[in-house]
């Protein structure tokens, strides 16, 4: 049974949508679609097989007003997107991953600066993905935080 307060126009073809931001090589109609990305102003760039998540500098992310420094919920939130995001384009997924878990390290404070990420599919089971994520500023070997994460894929 349906519900009626859901009309069928209301639902995301996920597929269609990936597809075609994949085709485009232009990912921010899909990012429209994640709110808590359109918060936060994340945004991805494709280099050949590769995806570059970017946190652009703003002021409502900022944590720490003294330094300033970014909140550690924003990195957090932001890397996490940002795997799901990778799981979603290179899996061809239907349905938006669901986590397992998520363990961060935070390993140096983000300024108020443009924050850059990039994910690792490390193991693919049938069920369940396993996605390393690194996150950095100015430069990549300097990293800001890094995670771990496990999600369920349909």
Known sequence: ???PDVNQSDRLDVKSIIRKATELNDFSHLLEHVPYAKFIGMGVERFGDELIFK???????????VLPALHGGVIAGFMEMSAIVQLMVFMQ????????????????????????????????GRRVANVNINCWQTNRKRLI??????????
């Not at 946190?55 to 007003?65: E, F």
């Not at 991953?97 to 924050?115: E, T, W």
């Open 1 to 3: 049974m349906t519900n």
């Open 55 to 65: 946190l652009p500098a703003n002021d409502d992310n900022i944590g720490n007003p």
């Open 93 to 124: 997924t239907s349905k938006v991953p669901k986590v397992i878990d998520f363990s961060i390290d935070y390993l140096r404070a983000g300024y108020h600066k443009d924050s850059f990420a990039e994910c690792q599919i490390t193991r693919q």
């Open 145 to 154: 935080a890094t995670a771990r994460a496990h999600f369920l894929i349909d």
